[in-house]
């Protein structure tokens, strides 16, 4: 079994998930429960499924939860694009 704080991809992941609550806290409160909810939700889920996948025994089993890891990230691109061009957030 492998210590996911080892992983360098956890310890950046875990930074971006406390990135995007900080980004997210000043969006309209209309979205608390849309967009707000759906970054935050997929922020948590890429160190979630690294955490999931070094629990794993087996070298096919943690590379799914990678893979699955990396797709939250992508997911997680998608939704901070597309709240910049609401206005939500300007990128620095």
């Known amino acids: 079994m492998r210590d996911h704080r080892q ?13 995007v609550y900080r980004v997210t806290r000043p969006f309209p409160r209309e979205e608390q429960f849309g967009l707000t909810s759906q970054l935050r939700r ?20 943690f590379l799914r939860f990678v893979d699955m890891a990396l797709g939250s990230a992508r997911e997680l691109e998608f ?7 609401l206005g939500f957030f300007r990128r620095e």
Do not use: Y
Request: proline share 2%; net charge negative.
């Open 42 to 61: 997929s922020a948590v889920s890429v160190p979630s499924n690294l955490v999931e996948g070094c629990a794993r025994q087996s070298e096919k089993d």
């Open 79 to 85: 939704q901070l694009d597309l709240a910049q061009q």
């Open 7 to 19: 992983l360098s991809a956890f310890v950046k992941a875990r930074e971006l998930v406390l990135e």
